[in-house]
């Protein structure tokens, strides 16, 4: 089984930035494009951002122009710097291969908080 274990989150007050990190067993991040994803209380979760093995990104019309996700295919992980961090942004962020996810064939880290508050 894939293992994926994030890293980085925290209190943060409105507006402010934080760097994302998740390391992912090699097997998963090397044959798959990889994503970022979050989860507030009572709301589903949502896939935020992706990478292609290659590089390209897309995103989520709600983070676009704040949110930038990365991979570094020689450490076999993937960041998500976020910027002008807003309180709708609070919640548990996690990483994962959105393809594996979309059948059935992956299960998610332990995630890291993420609370952006005064």
């Known amino acids: 089984q894939a293992q994926l274990v994030e890293s980085g989150g925290g209190l943060v007050q409105p507006g402010g930035s934080l760097r994302l990190s998740c390391v992912a067993s090699?097997?998963?991040?090397?044959?798959?494009?990889m994503g970022w994803y979050r989860q507030a209380p009572g709301k589903q979760r949502e896939l935020l951002a992706r990478?292609?093995?290659?590089?390209?990104?897309s995103y989520a019309s709600s983070v676009e122009g704040r949110f930038t996700i990365s991979r570094d295919n020689a450490k076999n992980t993937v960041y998500l710097q976020m910027n002008a961090l807003k309180p709708d942004d609070t919640a548990a962020y996690y990483c994962?291969?959105?393809?594996?996810?979309?059948?059935?064939?992956?299960?998610w880290g332990q995630g890291t908080q993420v609370t952006v508050s005064s």
């Open positions: 990478v292609t093995r290659g590089g390209a990104t």
């Open positions: 090699g097997r998963m991040f090397n044959n798959n494009d």
């Open positions: 994962n291969a959105p393809t594996m996810i979309n059948i059935g064939q992956a299960s």
